[in-house]
């Protein structure tokens, strides 16, 4: 399996920028997509972005033209950039590695946009 831990979040003003971190470490070879999932108090978790192994990517409606979801194989990292924010996109944040076992999740970090 493998062990996620996200950093970045933080409190932004709206049109602002963040840019969030996902460190992955374990079975790494065996990660197929990778992605970033939000949950907004009393919302269901919704997938935001995600990017294969092969380096397709896909992104929630949205936040296309605002967020850019990149990795960098040598650091075993994705990031997810953040341009443009808006207080609806205030939300906890996880990361999510998909593989044999499922998904596996990191903690999660807040991300706060203030209008």
């Known amino acids: 399996q493998v062990q996620l831990v996200e950093s970045g979040g933080g409190l932004v003003q709206a049109g602002g920028s963040l840019i969030l971190s996902c460190a992955a470490s374990g079975t790494i070879k065996s990660i197929t997509v990778m992605g970033w999932y939000r949950q907004a108090p009393g919302k269901q978790r919704e997938k935001v972005a995600a990017?294969?192994?092969?380096?397709?990517?896909n992104y929630l409606d949205s936040v296309k033209g605002r967020f850019t979801i990149s990795r960098d194989n040598a650091k075993n990292t994705v990031y997810l950039q953040m341009n443009s924010l808006k207080p609806e996109d205030t939300a906890v944040y996880y990361c999510?590695?998909?593989?044999?076992?499922?998904?596996?999740w990191g903690q999660g970090t807040q991300v706060t946009v203030s209008s």
């Open positions: 990017i294969s192994s092969r380096g397709s990517t």
């Open positions: 999510g590695a998909d593989g044999y076992w499922g998904t596996e």
